[in-house]
């Protein structure tokens, strides 16, 4: 899979756009915008805090035993910016420039300190510890997997294998990837998890999420890793 580290990084920096956005809204003394954009962005947020601290912390603590290091320290830094988006929310309600100005500069510099600490220590330290652990990258995937579907847009190319039989799915995927350009995505549907496809993937340059529907179908949007 992707790891954890690239898909949580990659929110954060999702966050911080919509971060941005409501920021410039403010700015612009647009409270309506301003009052969406801030929203979006909690709702990103504490999206990003529940998978941490549901999934990954307490896997992360099982498997090393360190519960009173990192984790307890981001925890509690979650805590405050939680506190603070909220008071950024009654600011845009209340169209109080000042005070949203003051609880953005402070919910700004938390986060940027507590992004860089989890992208250069936790997340890494997490890449290494949860690597072989199933469950967590099942859920961290299906995370990034909603992730990239919301960002990306619908995809370029789609191939619904749910009436196929091997090999033609991974064919038909490998002819889709050659039509994909840079920012294009591949929506490969599809009833089984195919793992020697993940495999080629990952030595060819590609990343890829997984999403599973309700009715256990796999949707795993491929897309061109533009760092490889
Ligand atoms: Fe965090
Ligand atoms: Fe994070």
Redesign the pocket.
């Known amino acids: 899979m992707t790891a954890l580290s690239e898909t949580m990084q990659h929110d954060h920096a999702r966050c911080d756009a919509l971060f941005v956005n409501a920021e410039a809204a403010a700015e612009g003394g647009d409270w309506v915008a301003c009052e969406r954009g801030v929203a979006k962005f909690r709702q990103a947020l504490l999206a ?2 529940a998978i ?1 601290e549901d999934v990954i912390f307490p896997s992360f603590e099982a498997h090393t035993g360190m519960t009173e290091g990192p984790t307890r320290v ?1 925890r509690g ?2 805590a405050q910016m939680r506190a603070l988006a909220d008071v950024l929310m009654q600011a845009a309600e209340g169209k109080d420039a000042e005070a949203f100005a003051d609880a953005a500069e402070t919910l700004l510099i938390l986060m940027q300190q ?1 992004n860089m600490k ?1 992208e250069n220590i936790l997340y890494p330290m997490c890449d290494q510890a949860l690597r072989d652990d199933a469950q967590v990258c099942a859920s961290v995937a299906e995370f990034g997997g909603g992730l990239a579907m919301s960002d990306r847009g619908p995809p370029t190319v789609v191939v619904d294998a749910c009436a196929m039989m091997p090999p033609e799915p991974m064919e038909r995927t490998l002819e889709g990837l050659d039509q994909l350009g840079p920012g294009d995505t591949l929506l490969l549907i599809i009833p089984r998890q195919p793992a020697p496809l993940f495999d080629v993937l990952l030595n060819n340059g590609y990343s890829y999420s997984v999403a599973t529907r309700d009715d256990g179908i796999h949707e795993i949007t491929i897309w061109q890793d533009s760092s490889a």
Do not use: L
């Open positions: 990003h805090f941490e981001m830094e979650h507590h989890e």
